[in-house]
């Protein structure tokens, strides 16, 4: 497992725009990805679980920093943005913030027990539009990906993805 993503969360066009522009990165390429997701939040304080059968957002890559740096937008959100979304709803309902630091796993990796550290999220993707993930020749042609989310502090969590290859 490698920490490898840096994840930043939008509302909107503005504050993604402004984000560009604040990073220097307005003018370069970003990979585009609309993806529908099934997900299930879970509030640790009150061991509720929310189970979203149909979460979608928009997801951007960019890579000219180093790093994988993800701007993420739910486009199913709406007044529910807070509810819907741990991590917004652990920043005081903040929409432009940091989301998360990814760890990608090593295929055959499992996920870390992380004990002690709550889960929030568990989701599975289920399509994507990016061209990496759609295109035959592509090496991710076909990849779904599975990952949780865990907070460990408020405010602060980690994403845990795990790269589910087709059979």
Not at 72 to 84: D, G, Q
Request: glycine share 6%; net charge negative.
């Amino acid at each position: 497992m490698k920490l490898d993503q840096i994840a930043y969360a939008v509302y909107d066009d503005e504050e993604e725009s402004r984000l560009k522009r604040a990073l220097g990165l307005a003018d370069k390429e970003w990979i585009r990805d609309y993806v529908i997701a099934e997900s299930v939040v879970h509030f640790p304080d009150t061991g509720r679980q929310l189970k979203i059968e149909r979460q979608t957002a928009i997801l951007q890559f960019n890579y000219d920093l180093g790093i994988e740096l993800e701007i993420l937008r739910y486009t199913n959100m709406h007044e529910s943005f807070n509810i819907l979304s741990p991590m917004a709803w652990m920043n005081g309902g903040e929409s432009l913030f940091i989301s998360h630091q990814g760890f990608h796993l090593e295929e055959g990796e499992d996920f870390p027990t992380m004990d002690g550290f709550p889960l929030v999220q568990e989701t599975w993707t289920k399509s994507h539009t990016s061209d990496f993930l759609n295109n035959p020749q592509s090496r991710g042609y076909g990849r779904t990906y599975h990952y949780r989310i865990h907070q460990l502090s408020p405010g602060t969590v980690v994403k845990f993805i795990k790269r589910i290859e087709p059979k």
